[in-house]
């Protein structure tokens, strides 16, 4: 004990300076009751002098309370700690109550995530396999046709290298254009031996042994509209042209050759639309020492696309028929995306395509007399092609006659009739057939 003042329960007194031996005596001498009643009471005295001191600062009091008083207002004292510790039990439980079913929520919600986790991961698995399956089945892009997964399959693939063409699968979408409509809404451009050729594009398409210029398509709404459809259909063709090419008669034909100009966009695909007759389209690989062939029968209606790559390996062509199997007009609408050109093109007939030799380069330019009387001298000449020249607004230079021909039809009543004329010679004067065959026909 290190006081040199303490109170004993015992007695009022202040016992004063003992020394630690005395009090060690002294202690020993003590019963365990007495200890404990002694130890007791410094315990009580000095919360009680504390709670009292620390009331006694607040209220300004001076003078001790009794000790009932104090006895009641440590009771008052011990209760509201008491209520305190009761509302906060309450409040604790109250929370864990709310903790633990947050708990719970959180849980199922885990489990529930860990069984869609578990889905998901299913489904990466099986589409994981798929894509192998593909990758392994699939030859490399830039060997394969088509290289879009929308179109179908209509041919079968080569064990090596490309296929030449694929069907896209169009159902009976195109199966509603009429060839003789677009026959009649088109201009044809050049005119070969065994087939005519009407091309529409931004930009002009030179190929061995052709040239066209560049003509808009909205020269030709029929074309337009076909061409609208297609690529409404397929946003992922991209074409920039769209070429007509007319096989009258089952002689009709268009030698083997590959699309496989300069001014074709590196790695477009072209897409062929077939109306009217059905025809047999060849394709021919060349092999060591053979060809290997493919052929299919194309009808109206159906779609085909080749690949830049397939032109590489493959050549096409549309060879002549029988007339008892394929009796009709055939027209074919080539898709192309043309680049711009660079350079001017070169002046002269371009050259020929190694095996086109049959063909004209291009068709002669013919004056086209139309007669009109007074009253009805307007004609709808959008369909004249280039070069387009009128005298006292009746006399035409067209390439293509057919282009008259609709011009006479749309006359309608003989009142605007037109004529073709051949070009004089100095042999030969102009004549004039009395009849002309078919009603419309002049020749000098
Ligand atoms: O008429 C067809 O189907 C083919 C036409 C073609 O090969 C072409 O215009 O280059
Ligand atoms: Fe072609």
Redesign the pocket.
């Known amino acids: 004990m290190a006081q040199t003042e303490v109170q004993s329960s015992t007695s009022t007194k202040p016992i004063t300076s003992f020394s630690p031996e005395t009090c060690a005596e002294l202690v020993d001498k003590l019963t365990t009751d007495q200890l404990l009643r002694e130890a007791q009471y410094v315990l009580d005295t000095e919360v009680l002098a504390d709670l009292f001191s620390t009331r006694a600062t607040r209220s300004g009091a001076t003078s001790q309370p009794d000790s009932k008083q104090l006895s009641v207002e440590l009771k008052s004292h011990f209760m509201s700690v008491s209520d305190s510790v009761h509302k906060l039990t309450l409040d604790i439980e109250s929370l864990t109550t709310g903790i633990s079913r947050e708990i719970d929520q959180t849980a199922e919600r885990i489990r529930q995530a860990s069984s869609e986790m578990g889905k998901l991961q299913e489904h990466i698995g099986a589409a994981q396999q798929l894509l192998l399956e593909v990758t392994r089945t699939t030859p490399p892009l830039s060997q394969n046709v088509g290289a879009t997964p929308t179109l179908s399959t209509g041919t079968s693939s080569t064990p090596t290298g490309t296929v030449p063409f694929e069907k896209l699968d169009v159902a009976d979408k195109f199966a509603s254009f009429k060839v003789s409509d677009l026959d009649k809404s088109c201009t044809y451009d050049r005119v070969y031996k065994n087939r005519r050729v009407a091309f529409y594009g931004e930009y002009p398409y030179r190929y061995p042994g052709g040239y066209h210029k560049a003509r808009p398509i909205t020269d030709n709404t029929y074309l337009r509209g076909i061409a609208d459809k297609l690529s409404k259909s397929y946003p992922m063709l991209e074409f920039n042209s769209a070429?007509v090419?007319k096989?009258d008669s089952p002689d009709s034909s268009?030698p083997p050759?590959s699309?496989d100009e300069e001014c074709i966009a590196p790695d477009s695909s072209i897409v062929?639309l077939?109306l009217g007759s059905d025809?047999i389209?060849v394709f021919r690989r060349k092999l060591p020492g053979k060809y290997e062939r493919q052929e299919f029968t194309?009808k109206h209606g159906e779609v085909y696309v080749m690949s830049r790559a397939s032109q590489e390996e493959w050549d096409?062509s549309?060879p002549p028929v029988k007339r008892a199997k394929f009796p009709g007009t055939r027209l074919?609408i080539?898709f192309r995306l043309l680049r711009k050109p660079t350079i001017a093109p070169p002046a002269g007939t371009p050259p020929k395509r190694n095996s086109d030799t049959s063909e004209t380069t291009e068709a002669p330019i013919r004056k086209v007399l139309i007669l009109s009387d007074s009253k009805n001298m307007t004609f709808d000449c959008s369909s004249l092609s280039e070069p387009t020249v009128a005298f006292r607004k009746n006399l035409f230079y067209l390439r293509d006659l057919s282009a008259a021909q609709a011009v006479n039809r749309a006359g309608g009543s003989g009142l605007n009739q037109c004529w073709y004329q051949r070009p004089p010679t100095r042999e030969s004067r102009p004549t004039y057939s009395a009849q002309p065959p078919g009603g419309f026909y002049w020749t000098f």
């Open positions: 070429m090419t096989y268009i050759h699309d062929t077939s025809r389209v194309v096409h549309v074919s080539t």
